[in-house]
């Protein structure tokens, strides 16, 4: 009996990390780029009671007696479907429309990639760098941080459905950015994998061997080219209605495995009570 405590500890083990998961995800419902998030679980080893055999007019059994000792979590796996665009009043937020992910800079110079295109400028030397929430520079398809220069106004600051970079002047003339001579153009790439990229924090992610090398979209005509929207974010993809069904079901199965260990626990008292 001391097999089935065991069994449903491990079912409660797991559903809790269900529920984990899930409470993340609606508490992550308003993040601008957050990607929902889903548990999934594998049995663990079975106990062999009875191999195939046979009965005792010598004719072999179908089947074996296997019983199974509990499930834990395989995985946890971020959904990379596409979030609903929402419209900003902030000249310098973008939203994806593909599969591509912004490059940014973190302080230690590491490249991080995220779908969040609330934007902002910080002030430097010379103009303005279009940085993240947490100061992470956006990077062009050069390599360089992306610098307005002085005296543009934010209101006339421009970005194609390509990712180029521009403003118009006081005449409202387009003008195209350029650095060096080159045109600017955000950086966006793709991944092989998406969901074996690891999560950085501050809904920045971080290349892995599961996830692929990022495949640059200026350099790889290949690709399904993404599309960048200027004043729109991109919303959570959370369904709540989802995952509140979700969070029933967790709920209720890890009751269930605590009825499993009460009811064994009543069957060892009983034993454990007979003359």
Do not use: C
Request: hydrophobic share 35%.
């Amino acid at each position: 009996m001391m097999r089935s405590l065991w069994t449903a500890a491990s079912g409660m083990r797991a559903q809790q990390t269900n529920v984990d998961t899930i409470s993340n995800n609606l508490a992550n419902v308003n993040t601008t780029g957050y990607k929902t998030q889903e548990a999934s679980f594998k049995s663990l080893l079975y106990q062999n009671l009875q191999s195939t055999s046979t009965n005792n007019v010598g004719d072999l059994k179908p089947v074996a007696a296997e019983v199974g000792l509990g499930t834990r979590v395989s995985a946890i796996t971020s959904m990379f479907t596409q979030g609903n665009l929402q419209p900003s009043d902030n000249p310098f937020a973008m939203a994806i429309e593909g599969e591509g992910f912004f490059r940014v800079r973190n302080a230690n110079g590491e490249m991080l990639y995220t779908r969040d295109g609330n934007f902002n400028v910080s002030p430097v030397e010379g103009g303005n760098m279009l940085v993240t929430a947490e100061g992470y520079p956006l990077i062009d398809t050069n390599g360089n941080e992306i610098i307005m220069p002085d005296g543009i106004q934010a209101t006339s600051i421009t970005v194609s459905e390509e990712g180029y970079v521009g403003y118009t002047d006081k005449e409202g003339n387009p003008i195209r950015l350029t650095n060096n001579g080159n045109p600017v153009r955000i950086s966006i790439a793709q991944f092989s994998n998406p969901a074996g990229l690891e999560k950085a924090g501050g809904n920045n992610y971080r290349v892995t061997p599961a996830s692929g090398e990022p495949m640059f979209e200026d350099q790889n005509q290949g690709l399904t080219q993404s599309k960048i929207h200027q004043r729109y974010i991109e919303g959570s993809n959370v369904d709540v209605a989802n995952e509140m069904v979700n969070l029933i079901v967790a709920q209720r199965a890890y009751e269930m495995n605590s009825k499993a260990i009460q009811a064994t626990d009543d069957m060892m008292q009983q034993a454990n009570n007979l003359r």
